[in-house]
């Protein structure tokens, strides 16, 4: 099964920007489109940006132009960079397959961003 690992969360002002990175076993995400995927408080657990094994990226319209989702195959990690961060942005952020999830959820890790 593979484990899929989200890291670079934290705190940050409105305004800011922060990168997150997410680290695969084996070597399943060069053959597979990848999303990044979040979930506020209260609410369902929503997609926010795909990129296919070509390279093509995709975003939820809410963050496109601040965000930016990336791949390195040879690495095995996708991340994803965010720039002018608002609070609505603040949530657990995963990254899965896209369009459907089918690796087993990560951890997942915290994005807080202060207004």
């Known amino acids: 099964q593979v484990q899929v690992v989200e890291s670079g969360g934290g705190l940050v002002q409105a305004g800011g920007s922060m990168r997150l990175s997410c680290a695969a076993s084996g070597n399943t995400f060069s053959r597979n489109a990848i999303g990044w995927y979040r979930q506020g408080p209260g609410i369902q657990r929503e997609w926010v940006a795909g990129?296919?094994?070509?390279?093509?990226?995709i975003y939820k319209p809410s963050v496109k132009g601040r965000f930016t989702i990336s791949r390195d195959n040879a690495e095995n990690t996708v991340s994803l960079q965010m720039n002018s961060l608002k609070p609505e942005d603040t949530a657990v952020y995963y990254c899965n397959t896209w369009p459907q999830p089918g690796y087993s959820w990560g951890q997942g890790t915290q994005v807080t961003v202060s207004s």
């Open positions: 990129i296919t094994t070509g390279g093509t990226t």
